[in-house]
Structures are given as structure tokens and as C-alpha cells.
């Protein structure tokens, strides 16, 4: 049976009923479809700032100088103002409360890069049981780098990629870690880094490595790991054994040579790899005749693709297992198989580490709504071909880390709205002429609130491509709305915020 859905009614529902066991978060958050953003101040005196996020508990917005040196770091505060007359919102809101300061408290700036790098805009992370913040600083990349020192061919080479671990309660730089001429995906985390609790994974795609460390609560990164060239402590030593042995044996025959060349092995992670794909076919025939059929026709003639993968993305599933994306190749049922998995156990792939903020395990997906089932279904009957249906939906695996807002506007059990204009996941998206309309998910056709990037009375130009992106707080019904244009014009700022 619908209930009557206003905050006072609601109120007074809580006060006489206990939610059922285990829904009491489920009930505060319905309050959200009566507490929405119902006011927007276009075109906000703002500082030229670049900006990057909310932090995951709703403490900090981090953001960036346009010169890519400085990160500054506000305080999320409320619009406040004293006024005279009897009805304050008779003329609208006094002028200074149109300004950025009203609604946010800078803490401090501090210069990250130094003399030849930039912050990459695009990467943060955030630990928020220590407010602790990872960014990363680099080089300009190298195209034509020489494959010299293990590195693989054809992969850019950067010349230094800094990773700062910084306290965003009073911006002290704790440690630092450096990667000298090495490449590591970092715009928006791409695989390229991931952070699980106090473990952070880093991939050198260049030399085919992931780096583990570990953040200590005194704030220091320690290494615990490299895994790819060997993957167990005493591989080194083993093979550094076998090499002597070997060496020993020949100086000690009829022969005698003067150097003894590199071993031809394949990293220990792929050595791994292609054991694990043999004995996949091996199992899939009893009969020898047909195995070795099934051998030649699925591993030998594919063999060297198989050698040819390289470590691309990685993700942490809990503190003991990674899931690690190789490099595409034909390898028949196995996406499949993936895409089985990833329909029935979605929530899986978006690793939540148990120091995660609570508002992150409301995040919307096919495993806990409903609509967003039906929403894929409906994608997947859509679909002319199931091979690439399956491609787009597994091409994001592994999700990238924190690349979703937790706010509970998206959450799709609350509100309706167009993903193709908006949606949860921190990506830069073709700016609408329209508002975008958020819709009550059980009063049908019910609008709640409406989101519109760019000018109030829009532009006429429609000549330079717009993009924007937007930046909900994770608790507070406030966003913000940047558009701009791809010819370096000031950007658009809008505030949306409850009155």
C-alpha cells in the first residue's frame, strides 16, 4: 500500500513504527525524495579551479589550479545570511550569497608538483578511516621510449610519476613514492591504481609489474610486493639456482664458455597464465586423439597471443586476491563465462573494503535493484549480437576505484533519470540544452527536481562541443554542475542546492 510520502508524515511514522530488521537505512534514506536540491545559482562567482570530487564521506572537495601545480582543498559549509525585511526570498538571495565562499571554506593550498610535473586532474583517492589522500604528479609522456631495461615495445615511457600521500585535514605530505621512466594508467584510476582499505596496487604497464604497498597509519607507504617477473618470495632465488647449477655443470663437462646468457623464461606471471589456460583445454577432452586436436586448435596456434598479453588493469577483490586484466584475446567461451558472473554477482566487481563509507554500499547495480535488472535485460534483448553485447558490457572490467558517487540521487530505487545525460559513475558526458529531470521511482511521472549545466537561458552558440560533469555530496542535498567547452573558454559553474 502507497504511503503518504511528506516529511511530516513520515516523521510521524518513524516515531510510531520500527522499520523491519535490517531496513532502518533503507527507510532514512526515502526521506531524500522530499530533501532535494531545489534552487541553482547559474553561473556562481567561482575561482578558476579545476575540480576533482567530494570525498566519500562528505568532508572535503578536492580540486586543482588550472596551472595543474596546486591542490586546494575546501570545507563543504551551508548558505547562511541575515536579513532585515520580513520576507527574505522576496527578491531572490542577496548578492553575496551568489559567490563560491558561501558555500565552501578553503582550508589550504599546497603545491604538489615540482619543476617539470603535473597533477594529473583525474586521479584521487581517498582513505577515509585516516583521511588520508593518494595524487599523483608526472612528467610529460615519451611516445617513441626505447624498450631497454625489461620494458615491453611500443608502451610511452614517462620520466617521473610521483605518488603523494597526503593528510587532507591540514594538507601535510606524509610520504611520497616514485616511478622513474615507467607508465601507469591514472586518469580516473583506470586500473591503473587501486586502493583496498590500507593496501594500494599499482601496475607498471611498462615493465609488466604490480606494485603492493601498504599505507600505515603513521602515514608512510611500505612496499610489501611486486608481482609479475616473480610471483612467490623464493622465485628469484630458485631460478638464480638453477642458473648456477646449470653453469656449474658445463664448466665442469668437456666445454668451458665464457658467459652464460639470460635465461629465455617468461615472467612468472605469465608462465602462470599459460598454465592455467592449458590445463583448461587439456580438461576439456578425455579422449588423447581429441585433446591434442583440441590442444593444437585452441593453445599452439594461439600460442604466441597468449604470450603477447599484457597485464592492462587490476583490482582488488578483498586483502588476498587480484583480479587482473590481460590484454584481449580470442579465448572462446571465456567471456561467457565472465559475463555470467558479472550478471549474477555484479556487487562482487565493485569492491567495497570493509573501512568504506556505509553510504557506498547503496551504489545501484543489476545485483541489488531491480530496475537496474531490468534496465540491463532490456539492454541485453536489445542487443543484435550476444558476442558483442557481452564485449561492451565486460570492456569496464575491472571497475575503476572510487569512480562512483555514493549520493543517494542515484540511487535507483529512490529516483528515475537518464543515464545517457547523468549517472553515478565520475565521467565527463555531452552537456544537455535541457534540464535533466529526476522522477519519484514509485509516484510514477512525479518530477522531483531538475538539474540544468550551463546558463540559465542556455547559449546560442552551438557551434563548440560542450561536455559536463557533475559533483554530488554524498549526504547534503547539494551538486554542482561544471560545462565547458573544448577551446580552454572559463567554464560554467552552477551550485544546486535545497532553499
Known amino acids: ?38 534552487h541553482t545559482i547559474y553561473d556562481i562567482e567561482c575561482p578558476d579551479l579545476l ?29 547562511s545570511f541575515s536579513c532585515k525585511v520580513k520576507d527574505c526570498y522576496a527578491d531572490g538571495l542577496p548578492n553575496k550569497a551568489n559567490k563560491f565562499e558561501s558555500f565552501f571554506t578553503q582550508l589550504y593550498s599546497v603545491t604538489l608538483a615540482s619543476t617539470g610535473e603535473f597533477i594529473c586532474k583525474d586521479f584521487f583517492l581517498y582513505i577515509e578511516g585516516k583521511q588520508f589522500g593518494i595524487f599523483a604528479t ?86 610489501v610486493r611486486a608481482i609479475g617477473k616473480y610471483c612467490h ?32 623464461f617468461l615472467s612468472g606471471l605469465k608462465q602462470r597464465l599459460l ?65 555470467s558472473l558479472f550478471e549474477l554477482f555484479c556487487d562482487h566487481f565493485h569492491s567495497s573494503s570493509k573501512n568504506s563509507s556505509l553510504y557506498m554500499n547503496f551504489i545501484s547495480s543489476h545485483s541489488n535493484n531491480i530496475h537496474a535488472l531490468e534496465q540491463l535485460r532490456s539492454n541485453k534483448n536489445k542487443a543484435t549480437s550476444f558476442p558483442q553485447f557481452v564485449k ?12 562512483q558517487s555514493p549520493s543517494p540521487y542515484f540511487d535507483q530505487s529512490l529516483f528515475r533519470y537518464d543515464e545517457k545525460l547523468i549517472s553515478a559513475t565520475d565521467r565527463h558526458r555531452q552537456s544537455a540544452e535541457h534540464p535533466i529531470k529526476f522522477s519519484s521511482r514509485r509516484q510514477h511521472n512525479i518530477l522531483k527536481f531538475k538539474i540544468k549545466p ?19 555530496h554524498p549526504v547534503l542535498p547539494l551538486a554542482i554542475s561544471i560545462q565547458q567547452t573544448l577551446f580552454f573558454q572559463p567554464a560554467v559553474v552552477n551550485i544546486h542546492f535545497r532553499r
Request: charged share 25%; aromatic share 12%; glycine share 6%.
Open 1 to 38: 500500500m502507497f504511503r503518504r510520502n511528506n516529511v511530516t508524515a513520515r516523521i510521524f511514522e518513524r516515531q510510531m513504527s520500527n522499520p523491519a530488521p535490517g531496513t532502518s537505512v533503507h527507510r532514512a534514506r526515502r526521506f531524500y525524495e522530499n530533501i532535494v536540491p531545489s
Open 51 to 79: 575540480f576533482r570530487k567530494f570525498t566519500d564521506d562528505g568532508q572535503y572537495l578536492v580540486t586543482f589550479s588550472r596551472n595543474h601545480q596546486d591542490l586546494i582543498v575546501y570545507r563543504p559549509t551551508w548558505l
Open 138 to 223: 608526472s612528467t610529460a609522456q615519451i611516445h617513441d621510449a626505447p624498450a631497454v631495461g625489461g620494458a615491453i615495445q611500443g608502451v610511452p615511457s614517462i620520466e617521473k610519476i610521483t605518488f603523494h600521500l597526503l593528510r587532507l585535514e591540514d594538507g601535510v605530505i606524509l610520504d611520497e613514492r616514485v616511478f622513474c621512466n615507467d607508465y601507469v594508467h591514472l586518469a580516473h584510476s583506470m586500473g591503473g591504481v587501486f586502493l583496498y582499505d590500507d593496501l594500494l596496487a599499482i601496475v607498471s604497464l611498462r615493465y609488466q609489474r604490480i606494485h603492493i604497498l601498504q599505507i600505515r597509519d603513521s602515514g608512510n607507504l611500505v612496499d
Open 233 to 264: 618470495e623464493d622465485d628469484e632465488l630458485f631460478l638464480n639456482s638453477s642458473v648456477q647449477v646449470s653453469s656449474n655443470h658445463i664448466e665442469n663437462g668437456s666445454q668451458h664458455i665464457e658467459h652464460i646468457p639470460e635465461t629465455p
Open 275 to 339: 598454465s592455467f589456460i592449458f590445463r583448461g583445454i587439456w580438461n576439456e577432452e578425455d579422449d588423447p586423439n581429441l585433446r591434442m586436436q583440441c590442444l593444437k586448435k585452441k593453445f599452439y596456434f594461439h600460442f604466441q597471443d597468449y604470450v603477447d598479453l599484457i597485464i592492462w588493469k587490476v583490482q582488488f577483490l578483498d586483502r588476498h586476491h587480484l583480479l587482473i586484466k590481460f590484454g584481449s584475446v580470442d579465448g572462446g567461451n571465456t567471456a561467457e563465462e565472465l559475463y
Open 392 to 403: 561492451k558490457m565486460l570492456v569496464n572490467l575491472p571497475f575503476n576505484c572510487q569512480s
Open 454 to 472: 550551463g546558463p540559465e537561458a542556455g547559449t546560442s552558440d552551438c557551434r563548440n562541443k560542450k561536455i559536463c560533469s557533475f559533483l554530488f
